[in-house]
Every structure is written in structure tokens, then in C-alpha cells.
């Protein structure tokens, strides 16, 4: 039995690489550990319906914050990755089968845990045909029945191996916004994000709008892995030209010494800037600070990227 506290066994493709220095942090980066009733009562909740959380399986700096609001990712399709991508701390692995009943206990708890928006993302699953979108729809349908005023956010994987018609089957379920992460530059892909393919991942947003235009997309970079300001600029026209609507870029922290090296940490200037350059390339909402996450104020952001939309349409 794996024991995935070991990071051996959490890791095994990493376990042979050479360790990387891991640099103090600075300032801007220290955030407070996770304390706190509403903590606690999320940690209760997820335990309860036996659900698994990005939050703790990637180390989110923003765990506590986020369970003490009620707020929490839920990682569907179980705990264990199929990629190894070296930038992330999830297990990888052969994963279990799907747990059937997992949609059902998600809708639970987000009507347990008052959700008013919702973030459902999930490990890769190359093992299994559709990639696991018939799983994704399955729950969305189930948030839907159980908390239909409930806003849903997915972040899914890339179907890289499955046919394209599959990602057909999660827009039809109509989750509010379709979140797939780039990670980084196309030049680091071989390195950072080896299992992945770039422009792959950049049509597969670019279909999501062609399948549904109402749908809000959204997709994030870390910085920090060793890319140029130019390269990251570059993503930004790549994405614009994908028609994305939300970006997010927040500074790569390293899991262990295994993982890929932290090149540097950027200053919050730095974020600043590249937030004013994105605005200016006409994205409806950008958010881009060192300890930004993919879900962090996932909800209060969508309220947001509603308002914008309305706005523009007049």
C-alpha cells in the first residue's frame, strides 16, 4: 500500500532527480497558518464526504484563508496525477477506479458548505477514454440539482490523449466558467510540463468558445520557473487570440527539493505590470499578485467578470 506521505512514494518519478535548493522567501510571500471555526469546519466537511481538495494535495499558500471563508477546490476523479509534471505536488501514479458515487457527495457538500461558487478541478486521468469529462458533467449536473443558485468554476485537464469530441460533453453540462491552465511558456513546456503540449491546451480553450461564446474561459501561468518577461507577454497574445477571457499569473513556490527549481521570486511590481499589460491587451478580468492561485476569490472574481460583461454589452 502506497503510503503517500512519503515523498518517495507520493513522487516516484521524482524521486531520483537531484535536489534543488529551495531559497528563503521574501517577505511578500509569508502567509499565516491555517487557524480558524470556518477552517475547521471545512476540514470537517471534506473529511465527512471522504472528498479530496487541490487546496491540501498541491499545498495551496492560501489554504487557510480560503477554508476559513467556507471556500474550498474540489479535486475530483481521486488523489492520484497520471502526469508527472514537475512544477506539481500531486501524487502520481495508476490511479483507482472512479468512484461513482463521488458526484453526488461533491453536490452534498457544496449545499452543506453554502457555496454560492464553486471550483471543481481534477488529476489527470490519461488512463481512462474520455479522460474523465463524462465525470466532470456528472458532477456538474449534481451541483446543479442540489444548489442550482450555485455558480460552477471547472479547471480540467487537457483530454490530451482523447477524441475532441469529449470536450463536447462537459460544455454541454454548461458550467458557469471552463478554467485549463497553461502553467507556463511553450519553452518550458519539456521541462515543467513534459506529459502536456502548449498549443494543444491553447485550442482546446479556443473550441470551448467556439462550442459555447456565453461561457466564460479562463486560464493561468506561474512565474518564477525561469521564463522572460517577452515570453510571457507572448502567452498573453496567445491567449487573447483564443478569445480567454480571465488570466491569473502567481509565483511558483517550490513543494520540495524533488521539484523544479525556484528561478527567482518575482516582485509585486512585476505583477503589477504584467496586470496593466494584460488589461491592455483587452482581457475582461486579470489577476496577477505572487500569491495568486488559479481559485483564489474565485467567486467575489466571476461576480466581477459578470459586471464586466454586462458593462461591455451595454
Known amino acids: 500500500m502506497r503510503d503517500l506521505k512519503i515523498p518517495g512514494q507520493r513522487h516516484p518519478e521524482k524521486a531520483h532527480r537531484p535536489d534543488n535548493a529551495q531559497p528563503k522567501k521574501p517577505d511578500w510571500i509569508r502567509v499565516k497558518a491555517p487557524t480558524g471555526k470556518g477552517y475547521r469546519e471545512t476540514h470537517r466537511i471534506m473529511r465527512e464526504h471522504k472528498l479530496v481538495t487541490v487546496c491540501e494535495e498541491a499545498g495551496c499558500p492560501n489554504a487557510g484563508e480560503c477554508w476559513n471563508q467556507g471556500h ?124 502536456a503540449r502548449y498549443f494543444h491546451s491553447l485550442r482546446l480553450l479556443q473550441r470551448v468558445k467556439e462550442l459555447d461564446p456565453a461561457m466564460f474561459t479562463k486560464s493561468g501561468i506561474m512565474v518564477g520557473l525561469g521564463e522572460a518577461r517577452a515570453q510571457v507577454h507572448q502567452v498573453m497574445d496567445d491567449m487573447r487570440a483564443a478569445n480567454i477571457d480571465f488570466l491569473t499569473i502567481g509565483q511558483y513556490l517550490q513543494p520540495t527539493p524533488k521539484h523544479h527549481a525556484v528561478d527567482r521570486f518575482v516582485h509585486p511590481d512585476e505583477f503589477a505590470a504584467y496586470e496593466k499589460a494584460a488589461y491592455g491587451k483587452g482581457f475582461l478580468m486579470v489577476s496577477a499578485t505572487p500569491l495568486t492561485r488559479s481559485s483564489y476569490h474565485a467567486g467575489e472574481d466571476f461576480a466581477e467578470l459578470q459586471s464586466k460583461r454586462r458593462a461591455l454589452v451595454g
Open 72 to 195: 474550498a477546490t474540489m479535486m475530483i476523479m481521486g488523489e492520484t496525477c497520471t502526469r508527472g509534471c514537475t512544477f506539481c505536488n500531486v501524487a502520481t501514479g495508476k490511479p483507482d477506479a472512479l468512484d461513482v458515487f463521488e458526484p453526488g457527495r461533491v453536490a452534498d457538500a457544496v449545499q452543506k458548505l453554502g457555496l454560492n461558487h464553486v471550483v471543481v478541478t481534477s488529476v489527470d486521468r490519461d488512463d481512462l477514454p474520455d479522460g474523465g469529462a463524462e465525470h466532470f458533467a456528472q458532477t456538474i449536473r449534481a451541483i446543479r440539482h442540489r444548489s442550482p443558485g450555485t455558480t460552477i468554476e471547472i479547471l480540467t485537464p487537457d483530454f490530451l490523449h482523447c477524441d475532441p469530441s469529449v470536450l463536447e460533453v462537459v460544455v454541454a453540462a454548461r458550467p458557469d466558467v471552463f478554467n485549463h491552465n497553461l502553467e507556463t511558456v511553450p519553452g518550458l513546456y519539456p521541462d515543467v510540463r513534459p506529459g
